[in-house]
């Protein structure tokens, strides 16, 4: 089965910092998902990555998909106190046979000090 | 624009008691995800359907839960017999069929579920 690995697995910066979430997957990714969560929460979609080497950007958040296409990295510009929250990756694993199902990542918890 | 709705967004049980989750997806999306995430853990897969049709299920959806979604609409996950370790936040997902990769998952905000 897939599994994904996010690292580092809590991160606290000042605000207007710059910062680096990666995400590492033991197989393929035909469709890497980044996600949002508040505590106590739903998941907030941000972004989808398909393409090795493809990138995204919206506002202040770019997510990268690497050539390999077996990790990834969201990069958040100039964080804000708005930006605090749980970051988690999912992967669909549709080159196999759990078609649609998402596999997540632990997350990421990241803490903005103002 | 009405996102996924889940109901109730709470709810306290003692052991033993049996429990019923609503979710109500996008009007428009014919799929319908319903995962578990306990704490500092990100959400696993409980089990999904495309329209009423039930797919495919986790080994982590024991017999004491059921899944149901009558008529391709909103979803219904009941828990019998609920045990402490059953405690948990319950997502649903929705999405439509738009092809590998392609289909994003919308999440609602998840009924907490806490078992004394």
């Known amino acids: 089965s897939q599994e994904l690995e996010q690292s580092p697995q809590s991160l606290i910066v000042q605000e207007g910092k710059n910062l680096t979430i990666n995400c590492t997957s033991s197989?393929?990714?035909?469709?890497l998902y980044w996600y949002k969560q508040k505590y106590g929460e739903g998941l907030i979609f941000l972004m989808m990555?398909?393409?090795?080497?493809e990138e995204k950007s919206h506002e202040k958040i770019t997510a990268k998909l690497d050539e390999k296409k077996q990790q990834s990295s969201l990069h958040i510009t100039a964080s804000q106190p708005s930006h605090a929250g749980i970051y988690l990756c999912?992967?669909?694993?549709?080159?196999?046979?759990?078609?649609?199902?998402?596999?997540f990542g632990q997350g990421t918890i990241l803490t903005v000090h103002p | 624009d009405t996102g996924v709705s889940q109901n109730p967004r709470h709810k306290i049980t003692k052991r033993g008691q049996n429990v019923t989750f609503r979710c109500d997806p996008i009007?428009?999306?014919?799929?319908l995800y319903w995962y578990r995430q306990t704490l500092g853990q990100g959400p696993e897969f409980l089990t999904y359907?495309?329209?009423?049709?039930?797919?495919?299920k986790s080994r982590l959806l024991s017999d004491r839960f059921s899944a149901e979604r009558p008529k391709g609409s909103f979803s219904t996950l009941e828990i019998q017999r609920t045990e402490q370790g059953d405690s948990a936040m319950y997502l649903c997902?929705?999405?439509?069929?738009?092809?590998?990769?392609?289909?994003?998952?919308?999440f609602g905000p998840g009924t907490r579920l806490t078992v004394l």
């Open positions: 990555l398909q393409k090795g080497g």
């Open positions: 359907f495309q329209n009423e049709a039930q797919l495919e």
């Open positions: 009007s428009e999306h014919n799929r």
């Open positions: 999912g992967a669909d694993n549709a080159g196999g046979t759990s078609y649609g199902k998402l596999t």
């Open positions: 197989k393929t990714l035909y469709g």
């Open positions: 997902a929705s999405s439509s069929s738009g092809g590998p990769g392609t289909d994003t998952q919308y």
